[in-house]
């Protein structure tokens, strides 16, 4: 009873968030592009201007049978963008709360729910783009361990991304994205220790319409130590309802043994002021 309490608590919240601004959308003159960093896995090169803020908001829902038929809901996931100064945002983050269930055999079996990590860190453009030089963009940032135990690292987690992008037409456009991140776990022993992985992702997008798009991406990471790659495929749908607020659907399946089968997702994008 609590845990259901706990679960519809959060997507009231979520609710009450994702629809205000759309009360409140209104498409104006004179205001730049709205460019988000969801729902690919690829963060665009493109800073959120000054003076404006941006929340972008999602849920995922991902299927794994690997080791038992394993189940994990997230949401509400939560990038807020500050732009600074020119080519300058901040960046606060949240994976989102987290419901897993696990259905292995006999007492393997178990579910569990809590809070992630927070993430803070910032975005600078390093470049315009120019002929076949790509417009270039910086991200580095870390980790805060104020998550849940069982879904907080503990530790201050760094990445470090350079996000890249061509203009190929009015209609088509390719991003892609080389990481390094690290990430702690708890071993087998009951240790923490820390990992690093190098993750990379490219997508190609294209504007079905001036509101409508579509994007097809691949992704994936690889541990620096032991262990495979985990790679993915996926695409989606975006659709500008005013030139502040973005809606956006996902879907994608694992191509490697040490990714999640399939994967869902569904988000929302919110610029203030309008």
Known sequence: MERAFARNRVWVWMLVWLGCPCLAAVAGDGVPDLVTDRPDQTESSVTVDPR???????????????????????????????????????RLGFAGYVWQ?????????????????IEV?????????????PE?????????PTGQTGFSSERFDPAVRLACSHTLSETFGLGYNLAAAWETEEDAAGDRDTTAAIAYSVVLGAALSD?????????????????????????????????NVQLDVLAGLGISEDADDWFIGAGLVWRLPR
Do not use: C, M
Request: glycine share 14%; net charge negative.
């Open 211 to 243: 509101r409508l798009g579509t994007f097809v991406e691949f992704f994936g990471e690889a541990p620096t130590g032991d262990g495979k790659p985990a790679n993915s495929l996926d695409g989606g749908f975006t659709w500008l309802l005013a030139d």
């Open 121 to 133: 860190g910032f975005k600078v453009k390093l470049r315009h783009e120019q002929g076949w030089t």
């Open 101 to 117: 269930e696990v259905d292995g055999p006999g007492a393997a079996s178990w579910d569990d729910e809590g809070a992630t990590d």
């Open 52 to 90: 404006y803020i941006q929340f972008e908001f999602g849920w995922t829902h991902a299927e794994d049978n690997e080791n038992g038929d394993v189940t994990t809901d997230s949401a509400p996931e939560t990038l807020v963008r500050i732009g600074l100064v020119d080519d300058l945002e901040l």
């Open 136 to 144: 270039t963009a910086l991200l580095a940032g870390t980790t805060l």
